[in-house]
């Protein structure tokens, strides 16, 4: 281990050293991949020295401890000593968590897809209300968020709708939303104030580009059609939306947001490139289950993962037993909480994992 921490620390040196070289600077995309690759390796090498130095300030403290006569200086060290051991095992357990093996996908844009699943226009309606909650978790971190296609209801819920979400570290934030979502409440329709079960289906995808995953043309059907919202709402006068199918999986993406036909087939191949990946990724996780990445969920579309009780104001994590009282103020976004105990809990199961 101490070897790795040396290379670690040797590449990151000579990295720093290269960009600060006159060269470096003439070529302005060769320099902004030593400065990404230089900041990847940054949060490792500043824990490999946190846990450096408070082993030297242990270190030192025993040796004035076993050198010193004088009770004040005695004391003196006696409390350094104390304080390094105190701090040094959560710095070392920060340590390991940065050396845990990153998800490739960390830093990709996400795909997000929301679907009405049980209980007709209360689940569409909700549908809505996970979708206006991410997007104001989006734009509270200054993310990006455009809708690829949308099929809304007559009362404003939303049977489905695929939006992309554009922004570094997108994924590695939401994409344990994926699964089913449970809601308890009591619709607006019910004249007897009876609390209604719905459910809503989440799925979240890192955006694919083309150099990852190669789609064949020649087993894609593109068609052409207007585009159409509720009530006639969002209705395009020319032929721009695009209805993309993969043959082989039968896999069908439709994107009509963008008023370009040319945007919205992009988008459309992008969204379809990202399923089928995610497709085959969850096939090969499926061969090798004691390998997956994380025992907080699997991400299966199937598995109920959190439930929203609005008559008693709580959100429920059933993967990693968590409630909080605060419903509002998650449906207006605030997730940080939900997501950084999801996020601890996988560097815990990923922790236990690589100490067998």
């Known amino acids: 281990m101490d070897e790795k921490l040396?290379?670690?620390?040797?590449?990151?040196?000579?990295?720093?050293a290269r960009m600060e070289a006159p060269e470096a600077y003439a070529d302005p995309a060769a320099y902004a991949a030593l400065?990404?690759?230089?900041?990847?390796?940054?949060?490792?090498?500043?824990?490999?020295?946190?846990?450096?130095?408070?082993?030297?300030?242990?270190?030192?403290?025993?040796?004035?401890?076993?050198?010193?006569?004088d009770p004040d200086l005695r004391a003196l060290a006696r409390d350094e000593l104390d304080a390094a051991k105190e701090a040094l095992p959560a710095a070392e357990l920060a340590l390991?968590?940065?050396?845990?093996?990153?998800?490739?996908?960390?830093?990709?844009?996400?795909?997000?897809?929301?679907?009405?699943?049980?209980?007709?226009?209360?689940?569409?309606l909700f549908a809505a209300s996970l979708y206006r909650m991410y997007s104001m978790y989006a734009e509270g971190r200054g993310w990006k968020v455009s809708v690829a296609n949308v099929n809304e209801t007559d009362l404003g819920g939303i049977k489905e709708i695929s939006f992309i979400i554009e922004g570094a570290g997108a994924y590695s934030r939401l994409k344990f939303e994926s699964g089913v979502h449970r809601v308890q409440r009591v619709p607006e329709t019910e004249t007897?104030?009876?609390?209604?079960?719905?459910?809503?289906?989440?799925?979240?995808?890192?955006?694919?580009?083309?150099?990852?995953?190669?789609?064949?043309?020649?087993?894609?059907?593109?068609?052409?059609?207007?585009?159409?919202?509720?009530?006639g709402q969002k209705v395009n006068k020319t032929s721009s939306a695009i209805r993309v199918t993969h043959i082989p999986t039968g896999t069908v993406v439709e994107c009509q947001d963008e008023r370009s036909q040319y945007k919205n087939k992009?988008?459309?191949?992008?969204?379809?490139?990202?399923?089928?990946?995610?497709?085959?990724?969850?096939?090969?996780?499926?061969?090798?289950?004691?390998?997956?990445?994380?025992?907080?969920?699997?991400?299966?579309?199937?598995?109920?993962?959190?439930?929203?009780?609005?008559?008693?104001?709580?959100?429920?994590d059933h993967r990693i037993g968590l409630t909080l009282y605060?419903?509002?103020?998650?449906?207006?976004?605030?997730?940080?909480?939900?997501i950084d105990a999801l996020v601890t809990a996988d560097q815990a199961e990923k922790l236990k994992s690589e100490n067998g």
Do not use: C, W
């Not at 090969?284 to 009780?309: C, F, K, L, P, W």
């Open 6 to 16: 040396i290379q670690i620390e040797d590449k990151y040196d000579k990295l720093s």
């Open 35 to 69: 400065a990404r690759e230089r900041k990847e390796l940054e949060p490792v090498v500043e824990a490999i020295r946190a846990v450096r130095r408070l082993r030297a300030a242990a270190a030192e403290a025993e040796a004035l401890l076993e050198a010193e006569t």
């Open 96 to 124: 390991k968590t940065r050396l845990l093996p990153k998800d490739p996908n960390d830093e990709k844009n996400v795909i997000i897809e929301i679907r009405g699943g049980v209980g007709g226009e209360e689940s569409a």
């Open 192 to 231: 007897q104030g009876r609390i209604h079960t719905s459910t809503v289906t989440v799925a979240v995808l890192p955006e694919t580009d083309e150099a990852e995953f190669k789609l064949d043309m020649s087993e894609i059907r593109v068609d052409v059609f207007r585009s159409s919202g509720a009530g």
């Open 266 to 316: 992009a988008r459309a191949l992008s969204i379809l490139a990202s399923r089928l990946a995610e497709a085959e990724r969850e096939r090969r996780d499926a061969e090798r289950a004691d390998e997956r990445r994380s025992q907080v969920g699997t991400g299966m579309r199937n598995e109920r993962i959190r439930t929203y009780n609005f008559p008693q104001g709580r959100v429920t």
């Open 326 to 338: 605060k419903i509002d103020a998650v449906m207006n976004g605030e997730l940080d909480e939900l």
